[in-house]
């Protein structure tokens, strides 16, 4: 007989979810496994004036489970901190303030080991073994991947990461020197546009220049309208785990071009002003160049100084920028976990993605009545809505559902404004 009923690897906000929604069903033996000693949600981009790009109703519990102790809402109650909340933030809220409200639910969750690496994931008489630093095993049924995402660095750039040539996610950890420096920022999404604004804050401590590219035609704005943000509806993944997978590849591409990953108005706009303020207010003398339809296509070094190599779309013509310090804004990517490896054969990957179906299980050949699901690895099965906050609870209640195979909680689609089929 297995020790548990359910294993969750790794703990971010997905299976933090998954957490605060199994705590209260008794009929649910779950532990939740995190290599880290606590809770962090990405430490190195966790600058001063990040902000939440989703409302913070789109927290832990709330869309499926409203009277839920896990809520944001009762986080801020439990502080004593909930009207000035209100009137400093109204449907706002920045990144570390949510991550606090994440470590205290953390802290409430006995389910959670942490400082507990999960090594491999084998299949025994008992069900799943997963196997942890120092040799520590235990057996369940089900589990769940909550691994999350990695920095996606260009294979160009790894022979240089360092000090000087980083991904942008390391940025409050890596703590770069930008002073007097020719900064070059590659990527012009939200991460981008937030590591830009950082270095732009203090006057006293500006680059001498600035590039900033975008491959795209512009530095294009989150597009946060409501129609649009139907896209993060469950009617959306409804339709959209019905397409054929080369009709949701398309999709996914229409919608970044759309603006599903650019950058909010707010910050945008502050980017602008500030570079206007110290151009023309201060006369600070930051040389900046702001390039659209550039891609990086390559890096050298060259003496004490790098050489980014800028592919201009328009002209097809390659551009080679002298910088002292080279951030890279390239997003993430999801990739097979390694403690998998004993049963990789078993499970069917194309172009490095599993195959998830709709109630987020995967599609693999083990023994019946052994289960894996998968969050946040979901792009392409379930649309954008799989990488960020918008559907998270959603998504966990889905997982309960299925695991006891009945409903727990209220999952099946709302009304939406657009008819998606």
């Not at 570079?275 to 160049?289: K, N, Q, T, W």
């Not at 993605?353 to 946040?376: C, E, K, N, T, V």
């Not at 959603?394 to 009304?415: C, D, F, M, P």
Request: hydrophobic content about 40%.
């Amino acid at each position: 007989m297995p020790d548990l009923d359910l294993i969750g690897i790794g703990v971010g906000p997905a299976n933090l979810s998954l957490a605060a929604l199994s705590a209260p069903l008794t009929e649910v033996r779950a532990e939740f496994l995190e290599a880290g000693p606590e809770f962090r949600w990405h430490p190195g981009l966790m600058l001063p004036d990040s902000q939440l790009t989703v409302t913070y109703f789109r927290d832990l519990v709330t869309l499926v489970d409203p009277t839920s102790r896990f809520s944001f809402l009762n986080f801020i109650v439990q502080e004593g901190r909930a009207f000035r909340f209100l009137e400093a933030n109204g449907l706002n809220c920045s990144r570390r303030e949510f991550e606090q409200y994440y470590q205290w639910a953390a802290a409430q969750l006995p389910s959670i080991r942490w400082g507990k690496r999960v090594e491999s994931v084998s299949v025994t008489d008992d069900g799943f073994q997963v196997t942890t630093g120092g040799g520590e095993s235990r057996t369940a049924k089900t589990l769940v991947l909550g691994s999350g995402a990695e920095p996606r660095l260009p294979d160009f750039a790894k022979p240089f990461e360092g000090s000087r040539v980083l991904h942008g996610s390391t940025m409050a950890t890596a703590l770069p020197k930008w002073r007097d420096q020719r900064v070059v920022v590659v990527g012009a999404g939200q991460s981008g546009a937030e590591v830009v604004n950082h270095m732009l804050a203090d006057e006293h401590n500006l680059p001498a220049s600035l590039t900033w590219t975008s491959n795209r035609a512009g530095f294009q704005p989150l597009d946060d309208s409501p129609f649009n943000n139907e896209w993060f509806s469950v009617n959306f993944v409804d339709h959209f785990t019905a397409l054929p997978a080369a009709r949701r590849a398309e999709i996914i591409r229409e919608q970044r071009d759309a603006g599903g990953d650019g950058i909010t108005d707010q910050l945008v706009a502050s980017i602008y002003q500030r570079l206007y303020h110290l151009d023309y207010v201060i006369g600070s003398g930051l040389r900046h160049r702001l390039l659209t339809h550039r891609r990086a296509v390559g890096l050298e070094q060259d003496g004490d100084q790098y050489l980014v190599s800028l592919n201009d779309l328009n002209r097809d013509a390659v551009e080679q920028v002298p910088a002292d310090l080279v951030i890279f804004c390239t997003g993430y990517r999801s990739r097979i976990p390694e403690y998998l490896k004993p049963i990789r054969d078993q499970l069917p990957v194309k172009d490095g993605r599993f195959h998830i179906r709709p109630d987020y299980s995967l599609d693999w050949a083990g023994p019946d009545g052994l289960r894996i699901y998968a969050q946040s690895f979901g792009e392409y099965s379930h649309g954008l809505n799989d990488t960020v906050l918008s559907l998270g609870a959603w998504r966990s209640a889905q997982i309960i559902n299925s695991v006891l195979g009945r409903e727990v909680y209220r999952t099946k689609a709302g009304t939406t404004t657009v008819a998606w089929q």
